[in-house]
């Protein structure tokens, strides 16, 4: 099909699939950049494929908003997840479609081809009622709906009808003129279809629809009261919705088997994180030499606190997200496991139940890691006991954490390698991947305290 597709993704793997299968794709990478190309006068698009995530900027729901503030165009919408609120969100918006980018390119296709074909109707619809403004009351009555199977009525009897309402229930056009509309459908829905009448409802709704042959199927009504021939009756949209709900059958088992399949890739992965570490441990023990032994176990700790976000995000069922609480708790302790039999440390927590994503919480949780390896390692070197204060909590959209200790100093402990590795990860994860801000200050012992926006 050479229809002109407008792809706004920050991947390029659909735009070359829907190359393959004929579109015209022009690809952009931004909301901002997608809104200037469609008000450009020269440009001319079929249907746009909108990402929902855009990274920075407006996001793709935003950018629909605008676009179709300006031009009447069908938009699907794209996303790598199929969150109920992201789903919802969508659906405010003026679209023809929500598919999952991991739909196959069958999938796709068709929903594509669906949009086009209910953007052509819609199109027709429109330029037919253009033409019958001028035409008689009759057909004026019936231009006012879509182009679906269309009956006019007063007090339940049909006195017009369409084509399309005969190929829809199977009826000829004789046998529809004079029978009760009530007929048309399935008793089940009667009691409802017929209260919005009577009370003048004109939102569409669905019901469940019965043919000449007494089989059932999925119907959109949408009606409205017009005159017709001198007098006040009820013009009525009856619209098949059988296809659009195979559509959405399909959809929903690909997502179901795409949650199976991201299940099992989750729990491989976190079965291969914990053979990781397995092998590290047994290396870490055979070993004699105190600084490889040291490493290792250093090793040990930030593979746990990739693999304990896997263990959250597996028992939740969420891939998206995590509790920061029930984590950095996990973390802290695997930590804890490791050194409490050396020294006695007194260790106090303060942790807010945050809902962070997930891609976040993993290089949060390595920074604690990090933290607390560091003070229960050379924080209190000489000394029998000690002290660690960790907090963490949510304001105004912006995460802070403060993990304070009273031992040694940094200043003293310099020559422990304290500005190694360990540390230079925590400034890096913190500044550049968190997209955060730190300071570390001495106060009776060292306090860092980190913060970070909860989102983007």
């Known amino acids: 099909m050479n229809a002109s597709l407008l792809l706004v993704e920050d991947e390029v793997v659909i735009a070359m699939s829907e190359k393959k299968e004929g579109y015209t794709v022009t690809h952009v990478t931004t909301g901002e950049d997608a ?11 079929d249907i746009i494929l909108m990402d929902v995530d855009l990274g920075r900027g407006i996001d793709g729901i935003q950018a629909a908003q605008q676009i179709l503030q300006v031009r009447d165009i069908p938009i699907i919408f794209l996303s790598s997840h199929g969150e109920p609120e992201v789903v919802e969100k969508a659906e405010k918006i003026t679209s023809y479609g ?38 008689e009351e009759r057909f004026r009555s019936l231009a006012e709906a879509s182009m679906g199977g269309i009956g006019i009525h007063g007090r339940g009897v049909i006195l017009e009808c369409n084509e399309a309402l005969c190929r829809m229930t199977g009826y000829s056009k004789e046998e529809l003129i004079g029978m009760n509309g009530l007929l048309l459908i399935a008793e089940e829905s009667r009691e409802d279809v017929m209260q919005k009448i009577l009370s003048g ?21 949408q009606g409205r009261n017009v005159y017709y021939k001198g007098k006040l009756v009820r013009s009525t949209e009856f619209r098949d919705l059988s296809d659009i709900k ?39 023990n055979a070993t004699e030499n105190p600084e490889a032994k040291q490493f290792l176990q250093e090793s040990i700790g930030r593979v746990e606190s990739i693999r304990v976000l896997y263990e959250n995000l597996l028992t939740k069922g969420s891939y998206q997200t995590v509790s920061l609480k029930a984590y950095i708790e996990e973390v802290i302790r695997l930590v804890c496991d490791i050194f409490d039999e050396k020294r006695r440390i007194r ?31 050379y ?41 190694g590795l360990g540390i230079m990860l925590v400034t890096m994860l913190v500044t550049e991947q968190l997209g955060g801000k730190y300071e570390r200050k001495e106060d009776n012992g060292t306090v860092w305290e980190i913060e970070f926006v909860l989102e983007g």
């Open 201 to 221: 409802y004109e939102k569409p709704y669905e019901a469940v629809g019965l043919r000449r042959d007494g089989t059932k199927y999925p119907l959109l009504i």
């Open 98 to 135: 929500y598919i999952l980018k991991s739909s196959s390119p069958v999938v796709l296709d068709v929903s594509i081809n669906m949009a086009l074909r209910l953007f052509q109707e819609k199109m027709e619809h429109r330029r037919a009622e253009e033409k019958l403004k001028e035409s």
């Open 35 to 45: 809104i200037r190309l469609v008000a450009k006068e020269n440009q001319d698009f």
């Open 347 to 377: 260790l106090s927590l303060d942790i807010a139940d945050v809902t962070i994503a997930a891609k976040k919480a993993v290089f949060l949780g390595i920074v604690m890691n990090e933290l607390l390896t560091n003070a229960y390692k």
């Open 246 to 284: 195979q559509a959405e059958e399909a959809l929903k088992k690909k997502i179901a088997e795409e949650e199976v399949l991201l299940r099992e890739a989750f729990h491989r992965i976190k079965n291969h994180i914990t053979n990781v570490v397995s092998l590290l441990s047994l290396q870490a």
């Open 379 to 419: 924080a209190f070197r000489g000394r029998d006991s000690g002290e660690i204060a960790v907090s963490i909590h949510e304001h105004d959209g912006k995460v802070s954490m403060v993990v304070r200790d009273n031992g040694v100093g940094m200043e003293e402990r310099m020559d422990a390698s304290s500005q």
